[in-house]
T-cell receptor
Framework: GENVEQHPSTLSVQEGDSAVIKCTYS??????FPWYKQELGKRPQLIID?????GEKKDQRIAVTLNKTAKHFSLHITETQPEDSAVYFC??????????????FGKGTKLSVKP | DAGVIQSPRHEVTEMGQEVTLRCKPI?????LFWYRQTMMRGLELLIY????????DSGMPEDRFSAKMPNASFSTLKIQPSEPRDSAVYFC?????????????FGDGTRLSIL
């Protein structure tokens, strides 16, 4: 089955700096990769996702890149702000075609942005 | 859209008691997922349903755990008898499956404490 590895487990940056979180997956059939942000005591919320037919997607200060050959994808946050502090989870769909399968989550990265 | 609705938000009970967690998925979504989140184990999938049918329950830890989805708008997760190690935050999520890759949307969770 699919296995998703996420690094680093913790990340501390200064406000205004960039943050990068990396994930690798094992199942070459996976084709959907969402990222979730979870603030303390709250539910995971989708912040961006990417499908395997594109290599990069950007939404304001957040971008995700996908390398299907290497089976890894990354989240990039630019101009970080204290409100970006949270736990970020990557995930991959574990069924061919993606539409019927479940998501396999990484272990999460705790991002701290220092003012 | 009211989002995924879970109840109760908090539950404190003594070990040995039966616990029932409830979830109402987003209207129109046909897949429902139950997750457990702890500091030690992260976000774990317990079971998921497609069109009210359980598809994968390999994450259900023991026979003490059971889940049902009697109709498209309601699901329960039951623990009987409960044990202190069941203490965790339990999330329900739903998605629309069958129209390509769609994200899961999480409820606010039930924080369960077994004394």
């Amino acid at each position: 089955g699919e296995n998703v590895e996420q690094h680093p487990s913790t990340l501390s940056v200064q406000e205004g700096d960039s943050a990068v979180i990396k994930c690798t997956y094992s199942d070459s059939a996976s084709n959907y990769f969402p990222w979730y942000k979870q603030e303390l005591g709250k539910r995971p919320q989708l912040i961006i996702d990417i499908r395997s037919n594109v290599g990069e997607k950007k939404d304001q200060r957040i971008a995700v890149t996908l390398n299907k050959t290497a089976k890894h994808f990354s989240l990039h946050i630019t101009e970080t702000q204290p409100e970006d502090s949270a736990v970020y989870f990557c995930a991959a769909s574990n069924a061919p075609g993606g539409s019927q399968g479940n998501l396999i989550f990484g272990k999460g990265t705790k991002l701290s942005v220092k003012p | 859209d009211a989002g995924v609705i879970q109840s109760p938000r908090h539950e404190v009970t003594e070990m040995g008691q039966e616990v029932t967690l409830r979830c109402k998925p987003i209207s129109g979504h046909n897949s429902l997922f139950w997750y457990r989140q702890t500091m030690m184990r992260g976000l774990e999938l317990l079971i998921y349903f497609n069109n009210n049918v359980p598809i994968d329950d390999s994450g259900m830890p023991e026979d003490r755990f059971s889940a049902k989805m009697p109709n498209a708008s309601f699901s329960t997760l039951k623990i009987q008898p409960s044990e202190p190690r069941d203490s965790a935050v339990y999330f329900c999520a739903s998605r629309l499956t069958g129209l390509g890759n769609q994200p899961q949307h999480f409820g606010d969770g039930t924080r369960l404490s077994i004394l």
